[in-house]
């Protein structure tokens, strides 16, 4: 069976996206985050207020890629009462056979994609437990190592091809009740490859919302438009997941942007690493400095960068998929930059009271209302300043700056 090529990967991508925004309205840029994540070996973090859908778009994901039944999908509600072993599994007494003997219980994290449901309610040990798990695809249960992801078979007729299950967690909080809640600790944050946000809708897409569940709308499941994907096999789409994954591990990024990725890195560390900066122009390299020295608490370590260029190479596969011509170069930005917030919204703790001093040095922000917009464009901003220099890159980032 011959392996995909990068057009029939941005394909089932794209399929992958439009099956989803068949149930989820008015949330494309969560669909391309989750997307992203899935397909480059990552998790996210899905933060928004009560109701607005985040255990919804988990499961119509798990349904686009057949993993809604089984082993596919699953839901942990986390709860301060929550157990580690809850969650990984333990060892039972056999009650099948004769003799003291006990087998594993798999928990429920032995699954696809794992919706791991107001994370930030359990505590710190059972958090720990999702640590190993999400860094190595595995977990320790007295001493035995198991693994969270398989091995399987896809055939088709006389032929036959193996492929691994993808191992996913989707963790979700929200941001108004903190009562009862224990903070994420920064070693469990960091390997969330995302964290995205899903804003309130609009008045017209708030419409659809309300006749869709209501059943006043027009819209019908068995009017949905037909895609490729519908007609997958469990086994054909976990196929396509794997060598999907397999192909984007393989694609390179420009060099460029690789080196846009390590500036970023860098220059949150001040002026110690100030000379380690690739391609910099001095007045830029002076605006970091300012920059560091007023916003960032701590620097961001390796993670930022490789979370940055991996979810940015699913981006831009996907807008590939949705337009057929394009600048690849500035297509490959547009990613960078759409898919930045994600990558350091949760990595780069800034300063107390960063946000009224922002808005003071930055007026422009003063129309945005929300922390969330202003820490976003606060994160482009300096996205912008650490662009390399040569070859007229910086260009595509230069929209993105404050103190233009």
């Not at 490859?193 to 027009?218: A, F, H, N, P, W």
């Amino acid at each position: 069976m011959s392996q995909i090529t990068p057009e029939q990967a941005a394909h089932f991508l794209l399929q992958v996206k439009q099956s989803v925004q068949r149930d989820i309205v008015g949330q494309d840029a969560v669909i391309d985050g989750l997307i992203a994540a899935l397909f480059t070996g990552g998790h996210v973090l899905l933060e928004s207020n009560p109701g607005l859908g985040k255990t919804s778009l988990a499961v119509s994901f798990a349904n686009s890629l057949k993993m809604g039944d089984g082993a596919g999908y699953g839901r942990i509600q986390f709860t301060p009462d929550l157990l580690p072993s809850d969650i990984t599994g333990t060892f039972m007494p056999d009650m099948s056979g004769s003799g003291g003997t006990f087998v594993f219980q798999p928990g429920p994290i032995f699954r696809q994609l794992l919706l791991a449901d107001e994370i930030n309610r359990a505590t710190p040990k059972t958090q720990a437990a999702m640590l190993e798990a999400m860094a190595e695809k595995k977990v320790t249960v007295l001493g035995e190592t198991r693994s969270l992801v398989e091995r399987k078979i896809l055939s088709q007729g006389l032929q036959q091809a193996g492929y691994e299950t993808p191992f996913m967690v989707i963790g979700t909080q929200n941001p108004i009740d903190q009562e009862g809640t224990y903070e994420l600790p920064e070693a469990q944050l960091d390997r969330f490859q995302l964290k995205l946000l899903m804003k309130s809708s609009d008045s017209g897409t708030l419409i659809e919302i309300v006749e869709r569940v209501s059943g006043t709308s027009r819209f019908r499941r068995d009017e949905r438009p037909a895609l490729d994907i519908d007609q997958y096999s469990v086994e054909q789409c976990g196929w396509l997941i794997d060598q999907t994954k397999a192909l984007l591990a393989e694609t390179e990024m420009p060099r460029k942007m690789v080196e846009h990725a390590v500036n970023l890195v860098q220059a949150t560390h001040g002026a110690v690493k100030s000379d380690d900066l690739i391609d910099v122009a001095p007045r830029s390299g002076a605006e970091i400095m300012r920059f560091v020295e007023r916003y960032c608490e701590w620097p961001l370590g390796p993670r930022a960068a490789i979370a940055l260029i991996q979810a940015s190479k699913a981006k831009a596969f996907l807008l590939s998929a949705e337009s057929a011509a394009g600048d690849m170069q500035a297509m490959a930005a547009r990613a960078f930059v759409e898919m930045a917030p994600g990558a350091l919204r949760h990595r780069m703790k800034l300063k107390f009271g960063w946000q009224r001093q922002a808005v003071e040095e930055f007026p422009s922000l003063k129309v945005h209302r929300d922390v969330e917009e202003v820490r976003t464009r606060l994160l482009l901003h300096l996205l912008a300043l650490s662009a390399p220099d040569a070859a007229g890159y910086s260009e595509f980032f230069k929209p993105h700056l404050l103190s233009q």
